[in-house]
Nanobody
């Protein structure tokens, strides 16, 4: 069983930065970040392999967001720079049940955190 807890959300002005953290208890392999804005479907943001050697990003965040992890702390991070109002959403971290490549589809993930809210004001 894996338990995930996100933190680091908040309110920031457009152009600003935030760093989200996802602390995991239990064994994790690849992990991912997703987000869901009000009235919209949950969408993929970024994912990372266990070693950190493989990452994936949504086109909308490439060049602005960076996913990383510290396995000694069992924690994944999402550094978000040059934030835009359209980045406003609840952000969720997720992990699959088994050993698999870092996926981009929410169906590939079995464990989810409770989410952390990010609001970007214009």
């Amino acid at each position: 069983q894996v338990h995930l807890v996100e933190s680091g959300g908040g309110v920031v002005q457009a152009g600003g930065s935030l760093r989200l953290s996802c602390a995991a208890s239990g064994r994790t392999y690849s992990m991912g970040w997703f987000r869901q804005a009000p009235g919209k479907a949950r969408e993929f943001v970024a994912s990372i392999s266990y070693t950190g050697g493989s990452t994936n990003y949504a086109d909308s965040v490439k060049g602005r967001f960076t996913v990383s992890r510290d396995n000694a702390k069992n924690t994944m991070y999402l550094q978000m720079n040059s934030l835009k109002p359209e980045d406003t959403a609840d952000y969720y971290c997720a992990a699959p049940l088994g050993l698999s490549p870092p996926g981009t589809l929410w169906e590939e993930y079995d464990y989810w955190g409770q989410g952390t809210q990010v609001t970007v004001s214009s």
